[in-house]
């Protein structure tokens, strides 16, 4: 592994592997190939944007042909597979997106890294393919996939055709599972980075339902980290999940936040649910742990970096928070917020 394309690298936990791995390996190239929609953004890559190791190519993954301009150019060895449409609620607002990019894009990465003969193809897949979790069971990599949310189903799907691709045509295909990632960069729609920001600002923090929904909320760089060891050590072929085997719900989540950034529990307003919301998500991790990685943090010190992070570093995100994202914003929040007086 030399020249590494890492699809949608210009995101949230793209950006964060792009510096880990350039950092990590002095012999590694990092090409990034990115289309730039509203969640890609160049200022998480300015931490690289010296590094002569480092390339940026604006691309879509649905387009064969710049794919494979962009893996003759750079002799690219390797792919990681970032790149995807990735909020639920924009999903179940119009899931179009999410078929093209999701499903259709990987595909067409699938058939490059085929015809190229690459050394690996790694798909980074989410907890989320497995849908709700029942109390007292964590997923493990060999359950059948019961996606519910339009995101949920296109990242199933795609986690489907990448292992077809290495039964079918032998391709050295590897796929992670991770939860809910947290951490530096992240678009403020998630809702640690909105709530934590919301409450920066004293803005109401719009919790779903009762809010006893149960999130694996974990580092971001843990999950870097587990990505290179599947990398460099997992095996062809197999599935690996990435989480923290602890579970919090969602108002102990935001009882973290309040208490970090010192806001009052007055900005915690319960507003209409998620359709099809998925109450418990929960990972069984022994088969990462026994390839040798195990998590730094636990969600509630995750929480905790994060929400200082998005103290320190307002510059990031406040001119997302002022721009196209107020629209956003109000379709999804606008009436939940009023019905909430
Ligand atoms: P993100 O939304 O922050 O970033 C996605 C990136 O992909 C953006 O830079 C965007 O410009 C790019 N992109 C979108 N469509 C593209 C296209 N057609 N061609 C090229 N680039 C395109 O996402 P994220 O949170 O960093 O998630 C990255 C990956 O990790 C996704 O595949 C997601 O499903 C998966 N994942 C995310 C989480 C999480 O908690 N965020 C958890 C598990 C798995
Ligand atoms: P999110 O960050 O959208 O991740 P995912 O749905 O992919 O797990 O949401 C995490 C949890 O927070 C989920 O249970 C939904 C809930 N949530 C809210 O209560 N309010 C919000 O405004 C958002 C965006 C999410």
């Known amino acids: 592994m030399k020249n590494i394309m890492v699809t949608g690298g210009a995101g949230f936990i793209g950006a964060n592997f792009v510096i880990y791995m350039l950092e990590k390996y ?67 607002m119009d899931p179009d997106a999410f078929i093209q990019t999701d499903v259709y894009g990987t595909y067409v990465l699938l058939e490059a890294a085929r015809r190229f003969r690459l050394e690996r193809f790694h798909q980074i897949s989410t907890d989320e393919v497995y849908g709700h979790i029942p109390a007292g069971y964590r997923s493990q990599e060999t359950d059948n996939l019961a996606p519910r949310s339009p995101y949920a189903a ?135 742990k026994a390839l040798g990685w195990q998590p730094r943090h636990t969600p509630a010190e995750a929480i905790v970096k994060t929400a200082h992070w998005y103290q320190k570093n307002e510059w990031w995100w406040r001119k997302i928070k002022d721009g196209d994202f107020k629209t956003y914003y109000q379709a999804q929040y606008g009436d939940r917020l009023q019905e909430a007086q």
Do not use: W
């Open 26 to 92: 002095p012999q590694y190239q990092v090409i990034v190939y990115d289309k730039l929609t509203y969640a890609g953004n160049l200022d998480n890559l300015l931490p690289v944007s010296d590094e002569p190791r480092y390339h940026f190519v604006r691309g879509d993954i649905c387009h064969p042909q710049t794919v494979a301009a962009t893996i003759e150019k750079y002799n690219i060895d390797t792919i990681v597979n970032f790149a995807a449409e990735t909020h639920v609620d924009r999903s179940i």
């Open 154 to 288: 296109s990242k199933a799907s795609a986690d489907l055709m990448a292992h077809a691709y290495f039964v079918t045509y032998g391709l050295p295909v590897t796929i992670t599972r991770g939860s809910n990632n947290i951490g530096p960069y992240q678009y403020p729609e998630k809702v640690v980075p909105l709530f934590a920001t919301n409450a920066i600002d004293y803005q109401p923090l719009p919790l779903y339902g009762d809010g006893r929904q149960m999130r694996e909320y974990q580092y971001v760089l843990d999950h870097c980290e587990a990505i290179d060891l599947v990398l460099h050590h997992g095996q062809l072929g197999e599935v690996y999940n990435v989480g923290t085997a602890e579970e919090l719900e969602n108002v102990a989540m935001v009882n973290i936040l309040l208490q970090t950034l010192d806001r009052p529990g007055t900005l915690i307003k319960h507003v209409r649910d998620r359709p099809g919301h998925d109450r418990r998500y929960s990972l069984n991790i022994d088969k990462i």
